[in-house]
């Protein structure tokens, strides 16, 4: 059986690889892809301490579930996000909109 | 209800006030004039009606006539006290409604001649209704907030109208300078209501028709008139002082007249309403209608009032006398007149006669009222005769005129009646009411009653040294050729014949009633008691004064009326400095603009500047400086990169989430 540290150890790699990935990338689609390694870390994260804390409970696997179905629709909402910032910039670069700023 | 249609007296105006001031301009001259005219001649017969209605009623078992107070409602609840709207009838309310009625119809009709073709007829058409309306509404208020409503509102038409030809500067200077010394004086008015509302829980007329009254008992106050006496005896005296200093200011009296005179840089119409007939009269009707409180409360501060009176009285007859410009002779002898009708006020002297205020004490009141009836129609009378000289000559300074008589035989006529019923001769209007006047004083004192003597004989020699000025004396014969007199046309005239009427009409008849002992003159509707007063004239003081103004009229006559004046210009080199003083007004004008530039502005006004400019607008400033900087270092960070927020973002959990462990 692996032990659970090693879960945590993933987790935590996942975490920071997806932050790392987050500020050093340019690229809207890479920095989406980044922040969906961190979501995933964190699903890890809830069924690992589920397992640990309160074995036979259910709650963090439903809330690993319920993490997933967000995170879809916010890749869904960010991809159209990032679809109509192409179109009018010409760019998917995030330095190319920040006079989005206002 | 018989006066149910009152608040129409009030209305009316206002309508066509509204009417005139928003649609006017699209208007024709005519329709304009005629509108206001309308609306004015419905509420003299309102006004008329209501007259009649009221003095042929009853009387009360006691002799007067009862206060009616059709309407009144409170418009602003605050605690104990209230201010009331209402429509108040009593004598002088009722009688004041006639005058007013009066001289605006005809200073209305006279404008359609005098204002023909002026540019902005329609608004002043629309003003005039405006002034009208707060005139009424001010002698028609059921309390003293009301009235001072009101009272502010006839100074923001007089405002308006005074700076009715706002192209010239002097227009606009004399409208602010009238504004803001009334506005000065109304300050003191208002702290004076304050106090009266403060200490006694009211501010209502309700004393108005309390005028009967048992010997010892005091006039009923709708409030807390204990409260006022337990606060002591000085509290009452003080706030009618003050509200006296507020109608003062209003009706320009020493030394606080500096406006009138300026303020005759309006149309002549509007002299003759506001700044002869009603507005500056308002004062003494403010002190007449808190005549029960004066008498009661304050005789000892009524000796303010008939000293203020007297000298106003003197001053004012003694610049008349030297001043060229014909509006500016009218208007100084309009602010003696005034002061004789403080001063008549002011000697009334406290007395009961068993269980009523004693008319015969009191005779000062009716005969301050009288005469404010019929100052207010002969001098508009003067007022509008000279209109129609300047309409002629197109000038107002009398060097100009001279020998007018030929061209202007109507406005002749009527000047010289209106001229004979200021200086007092019998069978004209002033001459009664006058004449008891000087009785009064003469009761009060002899010093007082022999130096109105004298300055009713000065009013006699100004008025005429003007009306021989005007239509006698030197024709300026270069100025006249090239543009020849002419009478008036007849809307100017007419006004003339009918304000003359009524000069001549009623001093006939009161002459005759004063010294026959007839009922039905002035006395029989308003006295001190509220009872039929008949007037009886003392023949000793009648003949008196009779004589002396006859004296004063025929040494105007030695004086002025030849074709070259010797003694006129004798005197003139004799008494240089004199004739130049009173010429200057004795420089009070200087006098007021070096105590407010150099004294007020300079050592109250330059500190408190000073403080408001950099202590209060500093602290402020700082502030608003403070919160400038702190956002312009801080926007710097909102570069709109997000990995950089996120790094931030980063950082921040990080550092957090150290203190928390380290916690």
Known sequence: ?102 | MIYELSYLILLLPLLSFIVLGLAGMKMQHKTAGLIGTCSLSLVTILSYWTAITYFTADRTAEGVFQTIVPFNFTWLPLGNLHFDMGILLDPISVMMLVVISTVSLMVHIYSFGYMHGEKGFQRYYAFLSLFTMSMLGLVLATNIFQMYMFWELVGVSSYLLIGFYYPLKPAIAASKKAFIVTRFADMFFLIGILTFGYFTDSFSFSFAGDIVMGQGTTPFIEGNMAKAIAAGGFILPTALTLMFIGGAGKSAMFPLHIWLPDAMEGPTPVSALIHAATMVVAGVFQIARMFPLWIEYAPQAMSIVVWVGVITAFYAAAVACAQSDIKRVLAFSTISQIAFMMVALGVSLPGHHGAILDNHAQLGYMAGMFHLFTHAMFKACLFLGAGCIIHAVHSNEMALMGGLRKYMPITHVTFLISCLAIAGIPFFSGFSSKDEIITACMEYSPVVGWIMTGIAAMTAFYMFRLYYGIFWGTENKEAHEHHTPHEAPLTMTIPLIVLCIITVGVGVYSTLAGFLGWGGSFGSFVSAAGTDYTIHFNTQIAATSTVIAILSICLATYIYKGETQPIADRLYKTFPKLHRAAYKRFYQDEIWQFVTHKIIFRCVSTPIAWFDRHIVDGTFNFLAWGANEGGESLRAWQSGDVRKYAVWFLTGTVALTLVLLAL
């Not at chain 1, 879960?7 to 500020?23: E, H």
């Not at chain 1, 920095?31 to 301490?49: G, Y």
């Not at chain 1, 804390?53 to 809330?63: A, K, Q, S, V």
């Not at chain 1, 960010?78 to 670069?93: H, Q």
């Open chain 1, 1 to 102: 059986m692996v032990p659970v540290e090693c879960y945590f150890v993933l987790s935590a790699l996942l975490f920071f690889i997806g932050v790392y990935g987050f500020v050093t990338r340019r690229n809207l689609i890479a920095m989406l892809i980044s922040i969906e390694l961190v979501l995933n870390a964190v699903d890890i994260n809830f069924a690992a301490f589920n397992r640990l804390l309160f074995p036979g409970e259910l709650e963090g696997f439903f809330m690993t579930l319920f993490s997933i179905g967000v995170s879809a629709a916010e890749s869904a909402v960010a991809i159209a996000i990032i679809i109509n910032v192409y179109r009018n910039f010409k760019n998917d670069s995030v330095d190319a909109i920040s006079n989005m700023k206002g």
